[in-house]
């Protein structure tokens, strides 16, 4: 897996443009809203995803605060540069197959160039913090989309083995969820829900549900029998 990372990484950065461009900062930091709505600039601010502080020149997988990075990026062996950001910008999923990054990638070059060029001076080390931070005005609707969570679920009483939640560990900012088909999923602590459903539809008591929220596939909710089964099934555990 890791040497098909390392050949699509090369296969794009041998292809793409906009690192042989100079970018448009003031665009660029209208472009950046789209990714602090999962990444902070500021060091060791994580939220869905892993701060952007200090990224040039970082090992890929590798920021010590962060702790839900695919095993995939973590084997990679990039080095965060002008390069490797163009590629993983352009196709992540080319770039290192079966990552964990809800993004499907920039295509326009131009606009690749632009946002590098902002996050470049914005995620250097000290940098002011009326820099760091893009506006966030004009996202309310992709972010209400992706926070989502009001749609239709379906009964509950008999689930599938992947909706059926096994065990919850709570560590740091991180929650895990385990499923009855062995699988273990980690979510940023914002992006995980607890709810209950007492309804004929809702699931069996101490059988709780793991239900898709948001469009991005980063978010969940873990939905109950009732309230007093939520604390019971949390385990804080590192």
């Not at 379906?154 to 065990?167: D, T, Y």
């Not at 919850?168 to 699988?183: E, L, M, P, Q, S």
Request: proline share 7%; charged share 20%.
């Amino acid at each position: 897996m890791k040497g098909q990372a390392i050949m699509a990484f090369a296969a794009i950065i041998l292809t793409s443009p906009a690192i042989a461009q100079t970018g448009d900062m003031s665009h660029g930091q209208r472009l950046v809203r789209a990714c602090v709505a999962c990444h902070s600039l500021e060091p060791d601010r994580n939220m869905t995803g892993p701060s952007l502080a200090n990224l040039w020149g970082r090992k890929a997988g590798s920021l010590p605060s962060f702790e839900r990075y695919s095993d995939a990026l973590k084997s990679s062996g990039i080095i965060w540069d002008d390069r490797s950001l163009d590629g993983w910008l352009t196709d992540p999923d080319r770039m290192v197959p079966d990552n964990d990054m809800p993004f499907n990638g920039i295509k326009d070059a131009r606009a690749r160039a632009d946002l590098l060029a902002f996050l470049k001076e914005a995620t250097k080390p000290g940098a002011p913090q009326q820099t760091a931070q893009a506006p966030m005005g004009g996202t309310g609707g992709m972010m209400g989309g992706m926070m989502g969570g009001g749609g239709e679920v379906p009964n509950l009483k008999n689930l599938s083995p992947n909706m059926q939640v096994k065990a919850i560990t709570y560590c740091h900012d991180t929650f895990r969820v385990a499923t009855h088909d062995g699988k273990m999923r980690a979510f940023w602590e914002r992006n995980l829900r607890f709810k209950t459903d007492s309804s004929k539809d809702g699931p069996q008591s101490g059988a709780p549900a793991l239900v898709p929220a948001g469009m991005m596939g980063d978010r969940a909710d873990v939905i109950f029998a009732a309230p007093e089964e939520i604390s019971k099934m949390i385990e804080a555990r590192c």
